[in-house]
């Protein structure tokens, strides 16, 4: 299986709704365009900004048609699959081939605590139903309640199309570990962190799957691309630019932030969906400044605010 184009900055986008929160088309593609202009490198569907757990399945099926469409295979789109039963995963499988994505991202389950033989089998069923597509594992534990071992790692690195891992636990140590066990493999693993996209590119990752290339793509690939171009200097400089506005991110309801964000600097992807809602005037004043410092909001605009 070529895995050459899993690399660099893959943006989880968020999912534009409506006050019915049903999807906004229009919206959503004007997103797609706006992230692939900015330099990412990949799109994944229905990761946690893009709230996949708040959206029901003709939903989101409709809107990995609408992404699909409009990415024209400019760069590639992986589905996210977070749900809890192994049959219900396989069915979002069998759904992102129908929609041409080109790739898939596991989440483990929420709320149950499987073994590893269950998480193992659990993952590998999802995968044997699109051996054709490259599949990314998703290493979450923050949210899920428990996280990924190296030692099940390693084994579902053997799966042949099970190709990459999203590390966001926040451990360096651990994404250390997943790249030094899986280096004579074929595996390709993936900062999850948007504030250690760096640290994770000096150990061996490919790349980042980082929330903020939503609303800064540019400045997230331009750590990336520093990188890769030897200039360190630069890519730490980016990093930093960077982090204080992924910052103001855990200030909010997760992962209301991101769409507070997009719509700060005129994207009007709709609000989150409920409970969540937004961020305190406060929070939404700092986003503006940081955002208006990077360059993406005029300063005209921050004194009418």
Do not use: W
């Amino acid at each position: 299986m070529d895995t050459s184009s899993i690399k660099g900055i893959i943006v989880p986008i968020v999912t534009p709704v409506d006050e019915n929160n049903c999807i906004n088309e229009e919206a959503m593609s004007r997103m797609v365009n706006y992230v692939i202009d900015g330099g990412v490198h990949g799109i994944l569907a229905f990761g946690s900004n893009g709230e996949f757990f708040a959206i029901d399945y003709k939903e989101q099926r409709r809107a990995l048609a609408c992404m699909v469409k409009t990415a024209a295979k400019r760069i590639p789109v992986y589905m996210g699959i977070a749900g809890i039963t192994t049959k219900e995963c396989v069915e979002t499988a069998k759904m992102a081939i129908e929609e041409g994505a080109d790739g898939l991202s596991i989440l483990p389950p929420m709320f149950i605590s499987p073994t590893e033989d269950e998480l193992y089998a659990h993952i590998v069923a999802i995968a044997e139903t699109a051996p054709e597509l490259p599949v990314l594992l998703y290493n979450n534990p923050g949210k899920v309640g428990y996280g990924l071992s190296v030692n099940l790692v390693k084994r579902l690195a053997d799966v042949p199309n099970i190709v990459g891992i999203k590390d966001t636990s926040g451990n360096m140590t651990l994404t250390a570990e997943f790249i030094r066990t899986t280096r004579d493999k074929d595996f390709k693993v993936m900062a999850g962190k948007d504030t250690m996209i760096l640290g994770s590119l000096a150990y061996g990752a490919v790349g980042a799957i980082a929330s903020t290339a939503n609303i800064v793509p540019e400045l997230v690939v331009e750590i990336y691309d520093k990188y890769m171009a030897g200039d360190i200097e630069g890519s730490c400089e980016a990093q930093f630019k960077l982090t204080p506005f992924r910052n103001t991110f855990d200030k909010v309801s997760f992962p209301a932030g991101t769409k507070d964000a997009c719509n700060l600097i005129g994207l009007e992807v709709g609000n989150s969906i409920k409970p969540n809602t937004t961020a305190s005037k406060a929070v939404l004043d700092e986003m503006r400044e940081i955002l208006t410092d990077l360059g993406y909001i005029k300063r005209e605009a921050l004194l009418e605010a």
